[in-house]
């Protein structure tokens, strides 16, 4: 296992020079994404509330940080760029970047950090948003683009954000389905929008819907039409059209601290050039019972305890997953969750391991508190399918989930979506 380690060690040099040798320039997305395997740990939140979602009111005294590690070790020249997009997360063509953004649309990167003392060494990147550079006018869908240097096109990571000007109110309600199929595992929802003194003349054209669970964007559900127009008041109850999946609580891990072995860590070791990890093996929980467990909804925090004042001296250990199959899937094994913008990454596929009937990853993660589950793609079909998870996980009604819903207004001869209400629901609060 000492060669291992070396080995993972190494992996962080040779992905760099590869991503420097690369002749071909990143394919962009319009979503969250990390487009270099050197970049690592990337998060943006409110600065007053990690645990989030990256939306901030218009004309609020708060911001955002975004914060990331390159693995790399040396300061590099980065760039960032704020683009104002539609209800689709298309760019906004109608509006020109000086009618939404006060200040400079790309600015430079001035924060990188180097680590202190850590057996892993990486450099630190912070930024404030808004500051004194660059502040938003206007509310709407965000995407913040980070690049090397002033080349927009080599890009590192695209984040979304979003600003609300609230000026209407929606009020969403959950229930079990009454759908047979899914009365035991789905989640159905159903809201109100109300919109006191704003005329909508054609609410299907000019109110626009989007509903998340858990923050995200891959299963969203869009292109609702209302089911009544009253007066001052639009209404979507449809059965079976905005319904979830509820799933089983997530999957906890605790890595903040390297010290000592936490609940789900079964061998820590420590090593002159590093740490290494393994967890108690998974179990397939398709066909077991609800359990609740208290999770943080897919969402991935950085903190140490070790440490817990000198963000500079987190660590990263490689970690070792596994999860029991007495024979493998119909399909590719993937961990999924908050730490990969839950979609199924190269680096966090699993592979199977004939000897030991289980499937195995290792990967490289900072101190912290991470929510994972398992996901199976069909061979292949990475790029357009949404990764299955109720096939390892199961689902269940009765999980606890929280639903974003958010309503964009464009208003008669306008220019852009605005985002006019942002109302939070979970299905079990306590």
């Not at 080995?7 to 040099?13: M, P, Q, T």
């Not at 869908?141 to 002033?150: A, F, H, I, M, S």
């Not at 903040?256 to 072995?261: N, Q």
């Not at 190269?346 to 996901?375: H, I």
């Amino acid at each position: 296992m000492r060669f291992y380690l070396f080995c993972f060690i190494f992996c962080f040099v040779t992905l760099a020079a590869n991503a420097q040798e690369e002749s071909t320039l990143p394919t962009p997305h319009n979503y969250d994404y990390v487009y270099r395997n050197y970049i690592k740990s990337v998060r943006l939140y409110q600065f007053d509330s990690e645990m989030d979602y990256p939306i901030m009111e218009l004309g609020s005294s708060n911001y955002f940080i975004l914060e990331f590690d390159d693995m790399e070790a040396y300061t590099k020249d980065y760039s960032y760029k704020v683009i104002h997009c539609d209800a689709n997360w298309n760019p906004s063509t109608e509006i020109d970047a000086l009618d939404y953004i006060d200040g400079y649309q790309e600015n430079r990167i001035y924060s990188g950090e180097n680590s202190f003392s850590t057996k892993v060494p990486y450099v630190h990147y912070t930024i404030k948003l808004p500051n004194e550079d660059i502040k938003w006018t206007k509310s709407g869908n965000y995407l913040l683009k980070v690049y090397r240097d002033t080349d927009e096109e080599d890009l590192i990571i695209t984040k979304r954000f979003m600003i609300v000007d609230t000026k209407m109110k929606a009020f969403p309600q959950s229930r079990r389905s009454a759908t047979p199929p899914y009365a035991s595992t789905h989640q159905e929802l159903f809201f109100e929008i109300q919109h006191a003194g704003i005329d909508i003349g054609n609410p299907r054209d000019q109110v626009k819907i989007a509903v998340l669970q858990n923050g995200r964007w891959d299963n969203a559900i869009t292109d609702l039409e209302p089911t009544y127009i009253r007066n001052e008041a639009i209404g979507y109850d449809m059965s079976s059209k905005i319904m979830f999946p509820g799933y089983k609580e997530f999957r906890g891990l605790d890595l903040r601290s390297f010290r000592y072995r936490t609940q789900q860590v079964e061998t820590l070791k420590e090593y002159e050039d590093g740490f290494e990890l393994t967890l108690f093996q998974d179990r397939v929980r398709a066909y077991h019972p609800h359990v609740f467990t208290h999770d943080i909804n897919g969402r991935f925090i950085i903190e140490s305890k070790d440490y817990p004042e000198q963000r500079l001296q987190e660590e990263y250990g490689l970690v070792n997953f596994s999860l029991h199959s007495n024979i493998p899937m119909q399909g590719e094994v993937y961990l999924i969750g908050g730490l990969t913008d839950f979609r199924a990454k190269p680096e966090y596929k699993m592979t199977y391991n004939n000897k030991t009937f289980q499937y195995e990853l290792s990967v490289p993660l900072k101190n912290g508190f991470y929510d994972y589950y398992y996901a199976v793609v069909p061979d292949g079909e990475i790029a357009n399918r949404i990764p299955d998870i109720e096939a390892i996980e199961g689902a269940s009604f009765e999980s606890e989930n929280d639903y974003m819903f958010l309503v964009y207004f464009r208003k008669f001869g306008g220019r852009y979506d605005e985002l006019v209400a942002i109302q939070k629901h979970n299905t079990n609060p306590r």
